[in-house]
Antibody, heavy 118, light 110 residues
Framework: QVQLVQSGSELKKPGASVKVSCKASGYSFTSYAMNWVRQAPGQGLEWMAWIDTNTGKPTYAQGFTGRFVFSLDTSVSTVYLQISSLQAEDTAVYYC???????????WGQGTLVTVSS | QSALTQPPSASGSPGQSVTISCTGTSSDVGGYNYVSWYQQHPGKAPKLMIYEVNKRPSGVPDRFSGSKSGNTASLTVSGLQAEDEADYYCSSYAGSTPLLFGGGTKLTVL
């Protein structure tokens, strides 16, 4: 069965970096794009980026360039989100989501809570 | 692009029907039949409930249905049950933005 398993919660200080992973299983990893979605506390869903799992090329939403880096390792069917120079406003749950044709986010990771606090 | 517009809240009694709207523009909802709806319970990941406007994934009860007219999509939940109480988000393909989300609607079962 399709599964997306994300790394565990992180507590970081302002200015630090964090790397969140999302390991896919149960399907052909390179057959589907992977997306990242942010949900700040008490807020809605916000699309961050999608990554072409064939080429590794990410496409970023406005507001998620610069400090945000999206990458993948096809040998372990895993995508990564790295955020540098963390700020309090980066505190959120970050989800990876497999997206099928038709812009359908049909499978989601369980989410990774990143808390930025001094 | 701006987020799609959803009412912040909706409610209904058990057994009743409730409809949640999702309004966009001709560049997103109105331009493509790629509208999806997601259900999110507190502390859980979103779950796909409707895709391509009105299709249900396997395992989603047929009490959930979707439709679209012009720039507005709708999710209808019939025969409300207690477990339907959750946040619901619409999303639409919008060209350079594959997942343009609405602000979310909190559905309360009275």
């Amino acid at each position: 069965q399709v599964q997306l398993v994300q790394s565990g919660s992180e507590l970081k200080k302002p200015g630090a970096s964090v790397k969140v992973s999302c390991k896919a299983s149960g399907y052909s990893f390179t057959s589907y794009a992977m997306n990242w979605v942010r949900q700040a506390p008490g807020q809605g869903l916000e699309w961050m980026a999608w990554i072409d799992t064939n080429t590794g090329k990410p496409t970023y939403a406005q507001g998620f360039t610069g400090r945000f880096v999206f990458s993948l390792d096809t040998s372990v069917s895993t995508v990564y989100l790295q955020i540098s120079s963390l700020q309090a406003e980066d505190t959120a749950v970050y989800y990876c989501a497999r997206v099928s044709p038709g812009a359908v986010a049909d499978y989601w990771g369980q989410g990774t809570l990143v808390t930025v606090s001094s | 692009q701006s987020a799609l517009t959803q009412p912040p809240s909706a409610s209904g009694s058990p057994g009743q029907s409730v409809t949640i709207s999702c309004t966009g523009t001709s560049s997103d909802v109105g331009g493509y039949n790629y509208v999806s709806w997601y259900q999110q319970h507190p502390g859980k990941a979103p779950k796909l409930m409707i895709y391509e406007v009105n299709k249900r994934p396997s395992g989603v009860p047929d009490r959930f249905s979707g439709s679209k007219s012009g720039n507005t999509a709708s999710l209808t939940v019939s025969g409300l049950q207690a477990e339907d109480e959750a946040d619901y988000y619409c999303s639409s393909y919008a060209g350079s933005t594959p997942l343009l989300f609405g602000g979310g609607t909190k559905l309360t079962v009275l």
